[in-house]
């Protein structure tokens, strides 16, 4: 009972004597001791795992000074953090921290990785959207326009004219992390011919990234409404990346992928717009593609060797659908190519495929020996410590952690082999 009562006492103690985090503007230094706790004591709080000897830790620093005070002044503070990793390994183990620097965004204590910009003034719009009210309520047209401007271009926009709030909430609500929700109530007649609706309700959906808007008139049910906002978080024509096959692989949906040689040739982007508006008629399907040269590693498991552009439905596994008959898209009239690859697909011509091996690690490991591995892993090690040193700016840029660089130059064949699998949304290193 003694011991009990010992116990209680210097549990007490702790407690009564524990400091509380201040909101103060700056940046929180966090470590085994207080980490869970602020966790806790904060809705919204985004922790840096960086390294000190980190070059891109060491240019985002300032920029996370400089966010700090802005984001802790919202009615709904975000607070941000900071842990050193290469110190505090058991934190960065046990939130796969694998590269600097890895920034981790809690909402409500669970962590998504956070992958917006890093410039202070970008940063600060981007993250507000998770302080921000499940549902906007905007009453007059300068409350919406004001609205949309300050939302920025980082997510998608949904916008219910003469819609109650309860009626989205529910889906504004699971699909926080993703898009911008409101109603807007006593606007003008000249912001219907600006949004381009022509009664209400009406809920209006605006992609300002892709210069993209869509208008769903009813029915106002739940499964068609989700219908609609899930449709509209992702463009028409969806290039692929890392973050945008997420989203398509959270979609039910199939998808109707189209790769090319290069996203940025003027063919390709005439082949786009074609895309989009297969995409408008096909509502059921994802449409998505990928230039070899921006993403080879994902693009080479659809078979390359065959003449581009080419078209298949993949289903987010490890197999995927050719049609018979249309293996390429090449040549002059490519809308009517598609439309042929689109009844091919629906009619059952299709030729079911496998991911196109080996990955190139592998290709590397069969056709030298291990000490070439070596050579090459050495050499494009210094190759990328050269970019590194070159470039600056707000892209995703992170370096290995110290326990990858020792792992990498005593790795065994296996060990080599076991990294040949590509995974969307995989860190950079």
């Not at 912001?191 to 022509?198: H, K, S």
């Not at 992702?234 to 979609?251: E, F, G, Q």
């Amino acid at each position: 009972m003694r011991i009990l009562v010992v116990f209680g006492v210097v549990l007490w103690i702790h407690f009564c004597h524990a400091e509380p985090f201040s909101v103060d503007g700056k940046v929180l230094v966090l470590d085994e001791s207080n980490f869970d706790s602020a966790i806790s004591s904060f809705d919204h709080i985004l922790v840096d795992f960086y390294a000190p000897w980190c070059g891109h830790c060491k240019r985002l620093s300032p920029e996370l000074d400089a966010a700090a005070p802005v984001l802790a002044a919202l009615k709904e503070p975000i607070i941000i953090a900071k842990v050193d990793a290469d110190k505090h390994t058991r934190l960065a183990k046990k939130y796969d921290v694998d590269a600097y620097p890895t920034i981790l965004l809690f909402n409500h204590g669970i962590p998504q990785e956070y992958r917006g910009p890093r410039k202070a003034d970008l940063l600060v719009r981007y993250l507000k959207k998770f302080a921000a009210s499940d549902v906007n309520v905007l009453d007059s047209d300068s409350a919406v326009n004001n609205f949309v401007e300050e939302a920025g271009t980082f997510f998608p926009i949904y916008i219910g004219f003469g819609l109650n709030a309860s009626i989205i909430e529910k889906l504004a609500i699971k699909y926080k992390k993703n898009a911008w929700f409101s109603v807007a109530k006593d606007f003008s007649e000249d912001l219907m011919v600006l949004y381009d609706f022509d009664k209400i309700p009406a809920l209006v959906s605006l992609n300002p990234l892709y210069n993209e808007r869509s208008t769903f008139y009813g029915p106002f049910e739940d499964d068609f409404l989700e219908d609609f906002v899930k449709q509209n978080l992702i463009p028409l024509a969806v290039p692929v990346s890392h973050d945008t096959l997420k989203l398509m692989k959270a979609d039910g949906r199939k998808i109707v992928l189209t790769i090319v040689e290069d996203e940025d040739d003027e063919n390709s982007k005439e082949l786009i717009k074609l895309l989009k508006a297969a995409a408008s008629a096909n509502r059921d399907l994802i449409f998505g593609y990928v230039g070899v040269n921006q993403l080879e590693e994902f693009a080479e498991k659809f078979d390359i060797g065959t003449k581009l552009p080419k078209m298949v439905v993949w289903n987010k596994s490890d197999d995927y659908l050719a049609v018979d008959g249309s293996e390429s898209i090449e040549g002059e009239d490519q809308a009517t190519q598609i439309t042929k690859f689109l009844e091919g697909y629906r009619e059952g011509r299709t030729i079911k495929k496998t991911f196109s091996g080996p990955s190139l690690m592998r290709f590397i490991h069969r056709s030298f020996d291990i000490r070439m591995v070596y050579i090459l892993v050495f050499v494009a090690a210094v190759l990328m410590l050269i970019q590194g040193l070159g470039k600056g700016g707000d892209e995703y840029q992170r370096v290995p952690n110290q326990d990858q660089v020792d792992h990498a130059s005593s790795s065994s064949t296996s060990q080599v082999e076991s990294k040949e699998e590509y995974k969307p949304g995989d860190k950079e290193d």
